[in-house]
């Protein structure tokens, strides 16, 4: 009865393995396709966070140069198991000021495109707003799914 009840637990952490390496999956592809979108175009990218008026202009310029690689180099991390519980706390965090700044800018009232991926305007740049809201709250599920199934495989060992 023991085997049953070992082999049971056994597929149930399987199984959580496998949802976990997908939520590190999806997290990883998005903020490497945001963080490498944002490379070249970091002058449009400086404009976006700019337009949050959140921030003084030599913090805007500092963070529109760092933070796509941020972003990249976390996403990349965030593949090897080892560094997973670092990458995801930094895709978390940076995932979670997002969602202050887009909540910031609703109330506010601002009708600005988030900058997440395309830093062009769009005609209803306010819906777009709503609409990364509501994805980057998908992704901190997703970080918070990544950060627990980590800490509860540390505390296994």
């Known amino acids: 009865m023991t085997l049953v009840l070992n082999s049971s637990n056994f597929a149930a952490r399987l199984l959580d393995a496998r949802y976990a390496w997908v939520s590190r999956i999806v997290l990883a592809a998005v903020f490497l396709v945001y963080g490498a979108s944002k490379i070249p175009n970091l002058d449009d990218f400086a404009r976006s966070i700019e337009n949050y008026r959140l921030l003084p202009e030599a913090v805007v310029n500092a963070l529109a ?30 995932t979670l000021v997002f969602v202050v700044a887009i909540i910031s800018a609703l109330v506010r009232g601002l ?22 809201l509501v994805f980057d709250l998908f ?10 199934w980590a800490r509860r495989n540390e505390a296994t060992r």
């Open 65 to 94: 140069i760092t933070l796509p690689w941020i972003e990249v180099i976390a996403a990349l991390a965030l593949l090897f198991r080892r560094l997973a519980p670092g990458a995801v706390v930094t895709i978390g965090g940076m």
């Open 111 to 132: 009708d600005i495109n988030c900058g997440c991926l395309d830093t062009g305007t769009t005609a209803d740049a306010r819906n777009n707003l709503f609409q990364h």
């Open 139 to 148: 992704l901190l599920v997703l970080a918070a799914h990544v950060w627990w």
